[in-house]
Every structure is written in C-alpha cells, then in structure tokens.
C-alpha cells in the first residue's frame, strides 16, 4: 500500500482512535520516512492535544488524553545499548492503558514488549511524496484500523 501524507495521517488518526489498549507500535524506516508523522497522527487520533516534539534527545516523552488513555512516544535513534532502556522505566512499558509507539525499535533488541505491530515506512525512489507501507503483526498485538483510502485524503 503506497499513502500520500494525509493518508497516512488519517489513516494514524484512526488507529489513535480505535485500538485497544494496551497497544505497542514498531514504527521501522529510514530518517525523514515519516515515523513520527504517523506517530503524532496516532497520537491526535488517542487524543492527545499538545504537541509531539521528537523524542530524539529525551528518547520518551509521554502524553496523557481525556480518554483516559497513555501515549507513550519513544525514539531509539540516539540509543547507545539496549542496557539504557531500563533507565526509561522500560520494564513496565507497552501495558496497561498506555499506546506506545517506539521509532527505530530494532534498538531495543530482543525487549520489545512480546505483542506489537511493525509498520514499516519507505520512500519509492520515483515518488517523494508517497511513502510505501509494510505491516508485520508480533504475537497477538489489538486489532489495527485497515487503510481507507478515501476522497478527503485526495
Ligand atoms: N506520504 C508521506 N508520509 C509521511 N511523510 C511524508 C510523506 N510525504 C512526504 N513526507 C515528509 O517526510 C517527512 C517525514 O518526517 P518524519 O516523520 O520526521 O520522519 P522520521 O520520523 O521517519 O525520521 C516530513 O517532512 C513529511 O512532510
Ligand atoms: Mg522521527
């Protein structure tokens, strides 16, 4: 599936809308392949109203909503051993009522919570402003929203 930028938005607005939780989300790419977009639409669509700066200095920031529920937004990339995940409070992470999304999650090494999805991002070489999507489901992780590619979005 190959999403234009407000696809993708509202396609992560409607997964922040309807997953249950607890829910964790490996978003897998390359820099500026559009992680974090989606991570911020996810998180508006769960209801968070402030904004989602990068978590790339902090590696987690983390939101409350008027839904009750937790969005957690973590960002590997600076990670230097998956050791210093344990200063993060990753033990108890992914659980609960929280969503968690984690960018560059292959730094976490084996300790990603046991059920997520992989959602993978990657730019066509002939299209910048498309991005192709690869879904992976680890374990039993809440049903994800399907793709709804409708005329709004155009
Ligand atoms: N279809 C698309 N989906 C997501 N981002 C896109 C798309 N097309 C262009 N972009 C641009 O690509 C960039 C993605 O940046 P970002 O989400 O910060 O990447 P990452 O977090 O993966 O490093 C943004 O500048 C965004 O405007
Ligand atoms: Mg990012």
């Known amino acids: 599936m190959r999403l234009d930028e407000l696809e993708l938005e509202s396609w992560g607005e409607r ?8 829910a964790v989300i490996a978003l897998q790419g390359r820099l500026g392949a559009g992680k ?19 978590p790339s200095f902090n590696l987690l920031l983390r939101y409350s909503t008027s839904s009750g529920r937790e969005v957690v937004h973590v ?37 990603m919570p046991q059920d997520h999805w992989i959602i993978g991002l990657s730019a066509p070489y002939d299209d910048r402003s498309r991005r192709d ?3 992976k489901r680890i374990g039993r992780p809440p049903e994800l929203p399907s793709f709804r590619t409708s005329s709004l979005s155009k």
């Open 133 to 135: 999507i690869e879904i």
């Open 15 to 22: 997964i922040g809308i309807k997953i249950k939780t607890p």
């Open 36 to 54: 974090s977009v989606l991570a911020r639409a996810i998180g508006r669509g769960a209801g968070v109203t402030a904004d989602m700066p990068s």
């Open 75 to 111: 960002d590997l990339y600076r990670l230097r051993s998956p050791d210093e995940l344990w200063e993060l409070g990753w033990s108890a992470i992914g659980q609960g009522n929280e969503i968690l999304m984690v960018e560059w999650a292959d730094r976490a090494g084996p300790f």
